[in-house]
């Protein structure tokens, strides 16, 4: 299983971005997928999920109404687009697979990860 995710950068406070986590070596269309940050000395935390058909999502408080997370099932790719950015957006931002199809918010409901990128929010 190969997570690959991609789109992180550095923008102004108020900016945009739009990650994308291309999947492989799984069946994509089947499992809810999610998106996670972690901070510098933070722990890592959830951002955003959706599930295995993109009709059912959930974001975390923080980001609630600045971020959308979407899906391709064709094209195995996840996409979160992050607007109004802040600089307490400033993470690495991780993609995972979750174990289900369903929509979870926990570490322990993913079993696979990407390697991360950084998006870096400036004031």
């Known amino acids: 299983v190969q997570l690959q995710a991609s789109g992180g950068g550095s923008v102004q406070a108020g900016g945009s971005l739009r990650l994308s986590c291309a999947a492989s070596g799984l069946t994509f269309s089947s499992i809810a997928m999610g998106w996670f940050r972690q901070a510098p000395g933070q722990e890592r935390e959830f951002v955003a999920v959706i599930n295995w058909s993109g009709v059912s999502s959930r974001y975390a408080d923080s980001v609630k109404g600045r971020v959308t997370i979407s899906r391709d099932n064709a094209e195995n790719t996840m996409y979160l687009q992050m607007n109004s950015l802040e600089p307490e957006d400033t993470a690495v931002y991780y993609c995972?697979?979750?174990?289900?199809?369903?929509?979870?918010?926990?570490?322990?409901?993913?079993?696979?990860w990407g390697q991360g990128t950084l998006v870096t929010v400036s004031s």
């Open positions: 995972a697979a979750g174990r289900t199809s369903y929509v979870r918010t926990m570490m322990k409901d993913f079993n696979f």
